[in-house]
T-cell receptor
Framework: RKEVEQDPGPFNVPEGATVAFNCTYS??????FFWYRQDCRKEPKLLMS???SGNEDGRFTAQLNRASQYISLLIRDSKLSDSATYLC????????????FGTGTRLTIIP | GAGVSQSPSNKVTEKGKDVELRCDPI?????LYWYRQSLGQGLEFLIY????????KSGLPSDRFSAERTGESVSTLTIQRTQQEDSAVYLC??????????FGPGTRLTVL
């Protein structure tokens, strides 16, 4: 079983719709959680960290469920510019902040 | 300010040759990471530097891979006797604090 798993998609969603992705992780001791966005042939860029209480940044909401070991990303009122691959990432322990990534979920927003 | 830079942006080499990939982290960032991304694979961790030391090399796939960092700045990833399965995008990231890893644009390596 992979340490971090995501549904690879693709998700094809009409503009203005709401879309949600989940990501599961296997190490219950994992400490920190993130969503990255990666455009085609570009480097990943941090979209948002995921906090235990959940957090929101504009149209984006991230949630963490430690009991079930998953994180989620909700995108409301999706825009064409949201088309990208969304990667979840986990840090297992402080002191070594290497990121373990899922394989990513490809999202295409359709006009 | 300047972000993480990597060179070359593209490298085509023949099987069996050695290659060196360079990463210039954001100035002052103490932590530096190398990852690689292959077609169909996720981003895989290779090696982590804190200062000039590498406390975690667990992701290096074979002894053909090595990396060093000097002056708590530039890092070089060396792949000896390249194989076709080494073809990938090699990404470098740097950070000052936890939760903020900034990635460079990557080096696309193609081994013929």
């Amino acid at each position: 079983r992979k340490e971090v798993e995501q549904d690879p998609g693709p998700f094809n969603v009409p503009e203005g719709a709401t879309v949600a992705f989940n990501c599961t992780y296997s190490n219950s001791a994992s400490q920190s959680f993130f969503w990255y966005r990666q455009d085609c042939r570009k480097e990943p860029k941090l979209l948002m960290s995921v906090y235990s209480s959940g957090n929101e940044d504009g149209r984006f909401t991230a949630q963490l469920n430690r009991a079930s070991q998953y994180i989620s990303l909700l995108i409301r009122d999706s825009k064409l510019s949201d088309s990208a691959t969304y990667l979840c990432a986990v840090i297992h322990n402080f002191g070594n902040e290497k990121l373990t990534f899922g394989t990513g979920t490809r999202l295409t927003i359709i006009p | 300010g300047a972000g993480v830079s990597q060179s070359p942006s593209n490298k085509v080499t023949e099987k069996g040759k050695d290659v060196e990939l360079r990463c210039d982290p954001i100035s002052g960032h103490t932590a530096l990471y190398w990852y690689r991304q292959s077609l169909g694979q996720g981003l895989e961790f290779l090696i982590y530097f804190q200062g000039n030391s590498a406390p975690d090399k667990s992701g290096l796939p074979s002894d053909r891979f090595s990396a060093e960092r000097t002056g708590e700045s530039v890092s070089t990833l060396t792949i000896q006797r390249t194989q076709q399965e080494d073809s990938a995008v090699y990404l470098c990231a740097s950070s000052l604090i936890v939760n903020e890893q900034f990635f460079g644009p990557g080096t696309r390596l193609t081994v013929l």
